[in-house]
């Protein structure tokens, strides 16, 4: 006997639904000269000599001094020192369970800026990172430095608590303590008395980037270039979006990654990295570059597309003025060659104006509102 309505079965054939195909989006990488030489022979040979010695001269500026460096090193020692007493033997203090220390950030990496005093360290905490947890450590800290009585003037040292942590400032420099946790303690965060989980997660990506750096990027171009890309980033504002991690690997890519696996030199690797941005790297579509430390997503996926269009705008700008020879003004700090139209070798370079336009969001009026109504 069968049960249901009735009628004639189906077969397995009758029951598969039409096959659909899905078209899915493939990112591609944005033109690349470097990549495709042997496509593109060059007509005249480049002389990079007189570039590559400006380059060269404006890494030595941007260079910290020995002095600073030693003050600044000196400070995170005594600081880790803390920190390492703390995890050996706490003394009766219960603030807090710390997991480990470890410094991180441009000064750990040996990239960090002439005059730029600070240095960063991550402290990661096995227990729930408290905010008055937080403010009891760092006074600890204080007390321990105070202690140890190896810091000049170290009387005159106190701390300031932030939304990151808090900050050791003193004679020497600053350390600015970023507090991480374990990941176990992610689920159990109340953003209430915690500090957020997108901060949390920052501090700790920020230990895996300084490993990477540490194990793949330690070659002195790679650090030259870093410096220099970063210099840019500071005087020009529509590169003002790319943030340390994004320069980081930018530089090694621009260096490393080409078909004879040999080490380019700065000049080469400015120049790479500026017709990259502009050719679009960092642009939606693009494959850009992937990040090793985040299950190698790329890194302009969440970049906005009005910063993404102001980007490679800014850095069609600069690659126009530096292919008829304005490095010097490139290098020397002259933001209005990236705004408005300049003259170079008799050749006029007039500004990229942007692309993208923000869609506008159409407001419902009260009879449209009125209708939707109606039809529910």
Known sequence: MMRGRG??????????????????????????????ENSFPRVNTVNDENFQAALIKRVNDLSPTEIELNNLNTLVVEVQKVFDSLIVSPNN????????????????????LRGHKTADVVVVLQTLPFQKSIEVLAVRVL????????????????????????????????????IAT??????????????????????????????????NAQ????KN??????????????????SPWMIDLLSFHVIMNNPKKEILTESAAYRRALQLLAA??????????????????WLHNAMPYEQQDLLCLTAQNLIRVLAHGGYIPLLSGKPNIATSATMWQGVVVNSSEKAYEKPIEKESTVEEMEVSAGEI
């Open 225 to 242: 270039t870093v410096r220099l890309l970063r210099d840019l980033k500071l005087r020009f504002e529509g590169l003002g979006v790319l």
């Open 7 to 36: 009628g004639r079965p189906m077969n397995r054939t009758q029951l598969r639904t039409p096959f659909k195909t899905v078209k899915s989006h493939v990112a591609k990488p944005p033109f690349d000269l470097i990549m495709c």
């Open 93 to 112: 203090f219960s603030g807090c369970q710390i997991e480990e220390s470890r410094a991180v950030g441009s000064f750990k990496k040996g990239t960090i």
């Open 219 to 222: 070659n002195e171009t790679i």
């Open 280 to 297: 679009g790297l960092f642009l939606i579509g693009s494959a850009g570059i992937a990040d090793p430390c985040d299950n190698n997503k």
């Open 143 to 178: 007390d321990d430095l105070k202690k140890l009585q190896s810091l000049p003037q170290v009387e005159k040292y106190f701390y300031e608590l932030n939304e990151n942590g808090f900050v050791i400032k003193g004679a020497l420099g600053s350390v600015r303590i970023r």
């Open 182 to 215: 374990v990941p176990s303690n992610y689920s159990k965060l109340d953003p209430n008395v915690h500090l957020p989980l997108k901060t949390l997660e920052n501090h700790a990506a920020a230990v895996k980037h300084v490993r990477w750096f540490e194990e």
